[in-house]
């Protein structure tokens, strides 16, 4: 058994502005009952003109750090994982790692799969530190994502931000098991140039979400010799309220196990931080012991899944920066429909 | 944007670092050569806190054509525990609720959009405390 790694500093940061599912309805003639019903979602967060991918994981690495403790230039690998970095050609990595005070001595990579891209930068993190070739590593999962105006995921698509480093030394939540599981599934995508991806409605669930998410946990449960019972929380992939009690449920855990992490009704769907994002505040109260379950899911398609043991050292570090929870529900700007399409860049202009 | 200005502006911009003087320990934000105080040449590099209060501020409501978009909006300027003073605008408050005294918290964000094609720049600006 080789010596463990796992995560040693985490953080998140969210937008203060909200728009809610209603006032989205209203402006295209849809009935907001029934969308609040059928994608579980009350509203969603959204960034102003001046937060991006990379401000977002500026401000959630900042958070990390402070319960790391460690200097930041020992940070080797850098990898933010996002379907909406900033430039077309120009990494995001190299931004937040000077603005961390990380560089120059470090690896770095913008990693893009939909909204696994995060758990796939968190992934890369940990086999690095596994394999002795850095002390720490940092996994970021970060997105500011945009829904075509009047199409279902225009009530999701939100933003918000998780960082986690990766290390040997004072292990917050120990890695026990990893488990990867992909097809090409044409479910979503935006080619080159267009503004607004394009999904392929209701293939996007059953043979999509659902598949490689049931086929990723059921791998991971053989793995680990676990069952949903061992674990005292699980977080999914959160693409609306409803998909990830559902799957959740189908794998046989319970509302309480999944409640903690559970944050697309009051967030909407954060693309690449969904998950990350879920773990970060379930790490805010676990106790030492409890097993965590997690399992993103990004279209095209495929899952990456973790099971997190937290450790006696997870406590201490809880309530030093601010908790997801706080950086959710507190100082909410709620946004009508106009200055939700200004801030997103929905207006035609001369410039 | 100069891609060349903006990249050296990074230290301060980016990780608010400031230069202390060795000699009588006067701090500038941004770095200088040569200290205002007592002309001593040798600096060691600090970090500004990511909390200050706020000295005093302005609403503008007709800014440069790059700020137009965000009018109205409060530029303020915070005294920080290093004893130097920096400007910045304040976002994420209601402009009704800006009060002199009041602290405030140093954010990451975009400051400056160059056109469709041009780099974007980024910086600081506060806002209030969560
Ligand atoms: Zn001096």
Redesign the interface.
């Known amino acids: 058994m080789s010596k463990p790694v796992g995560i040693v500093g985490y953080g998140v940061h969210i937008p203060r502005y909200r728009i809610r599912v209603e006032e989205i309805a209203k402006v295209w003639g849809a009935d907001a009952p029934s969308y609040k019903r059928g994608l579980e979602l009350r509203e969603k967060s959204v960034p102003p003109p001046d937060c991006d991918t990379i401000t977002l994981s500026v401000e959630a690495t900042k958070r990390a750090l402070k319960r790391a403790q460690i200097d930041p230039a020992k940070i080797g690998a850098i990898y933010i994982g996002s379907e909406s970095h900033p430039y077309a050609v120009k990494p995001s990595g190299t931004t937040v790692a000077e603005a961390i005070g990380a560089t120059p001595d470090i690896h770095c990579a913008d990693l893009e799969f939909a909204c696994k891209a995060g758990s796939e930068g968190m992934y890369i993190a940990l086999s690095h530190v596994k394999a002795g070739e850095m002390e720490y590593a940092l996994g970021i999962a970060a997105d500011t994502s945009q829904g075509a105006p009047s199409d279902a995921l225009e009530y999701s698509a939100s933003a918000g931000a998780a960082a986690f480093i990766m290390g040997r030394k004072n292990i917050l939540a120990e890695i026990e098991y990893t488990h990867s599981f992909m097809t090409d599934t044409p479910d979503f995508w935006r080619r080159e140039h267009e503004f607004y991806p394009q999904h392929a409605g209701r293939y996007t669930g059953e043979p999509a979400y659902f598949k490689h998410t049931l086929g990723c946990a059921k791998a991971l449960l053989k793995k680990a010799g676990a069952e949903p019972g061992d674990f005292k929380y699980a977080v999914f992939h959160q693409p609306n309220g409803k998909f990830p009690m559902r799957v959740g449920k189908m794998l046989g855990f319970k509302t309480k196990q999944i409640e903690q992490g559970w944050l697309a009704p009051r967030l909407g769907n954060t693309y690449s931080g969904a998950s990350p994002m879920g773990l970060a505040a379930i790490l805010d109260v676990a106790k030492p012991g409890d097993r965590i379950f997690m399992v993103s899911y990004g279209s095209g398609a495929g899952s990456d899944g973790f099971i997190w043991k937290a450790t006696d050292k997870l406590p201490a570090v809880q309530k030093v920066t601010t908790q997801t929870y706080a950086l959710l529900d507190e100082k909410k700007f709620y946004l009508d429909y106009g200055t939700y399409a200004k801030f997103r860049r929905k207006i035609l202009k001369n410039y | 944007m100069n891609p060349a200005r903006y990249a050296r502006e990074?230290p301060h911009r980016?990780?608010l670092e400031a230069a202390k003087c060795k000699k009588c320990g006067a701090v500038f934000f941004p770095h200088r050569l040569i200290c205002l105080k007592c002309g001593h040449r040798q600096f060691e590099t600090i970090k500004i806190s990511?909390h200050g209060k706020l000295e005093t501020f302005t609403v503008i409501h007709t800014p440069a054509s790059d700020f137009k978009?965000?009018s109205p909006f409060a530029l303020g300027i915070c005294k920080f525990p290093e004893g130097v003073r920096i400007t910045a605008q304040i976002?994420?408050i209601d402009l009704e609720k800006v009060r002199i005294g009041m602290k405030l918290q140093v954010?990451?964000?975009?400051?400056q959009t160059d056109?469709?094609a041009g780099i974007?720049s980024?910086g600081y600006?506060f806002?209030?405390v969560?």
């Open positions: 990074i980016y990780r990511e978009d965000q976002v994420d954010e990451f964000r975009r400051i056109g469709h974007l980024y600006k806002v209030p969560i």
